[in-house]
């Protein structure tokens, strides 16, 4: 088991930035790959970022590229989004997410979810 808690969302006008982070206990950290997945109302979950295990190799959605970076601190079992330039079309719950097999876009291949954090972007 893993358990995943988010911190850091809030209302930011558009343009701005926040940094997401999301702290894991449990099972060793470094065995998971770790990513980001938002939802916004009325819609299904939307994949945003992973990075591998040990954060070498980092995967990134078309609408964040050049804008979100994702990262890990292994040793503080930490992973972070930072989100730049945001739009109001970044406005969802965002979830930090874990899994250790196969699958890295695809928000159904994610075993441990955390309760997500709210970012809103306005106008």
């Known amino acids: 088991q893993v358990q995943l808690v988010e911190s850091g969302g809030g209302l930011v006008q558009a343009g701005g930035s926040l940094r997401l982070s999301c702290a894991a206990s449990g099972r060793t950290f470094s065995s998971y790959r770790m990513a980001w997945i938002r939802q916004a109302p009325g819609k299904e979950r939307e994949f945003v970022a992973a990075?591998?295990?040990?954060?070498?190799?980092?995967t990134y959605a078309d609408s964040v590229k050049g804008r979100f970076t994702i990262s890990r601190d292994n040793a503080k079992s930490t992973v972070y989004l930072h989100m730049s330039s945001l739009k109001p079309e970044d406005t969802a719950l965002y979830y930090c997410?874990?899994?250790?097999?196969?699958?890295?876009?695809?928000?159904?291949?994610?075993?441990?979810w955390g309760q997500g954090t709210q970012v809103t972007v306005s106008s």
């Open positions: 990075v591998s295990w040990i954060g070498r190799i980092t």
């Open positions: 997410a874990a899994n250790s097999g196969l699958g890295v876009t695809d928000p159904r291949t994610y075993t441990y």
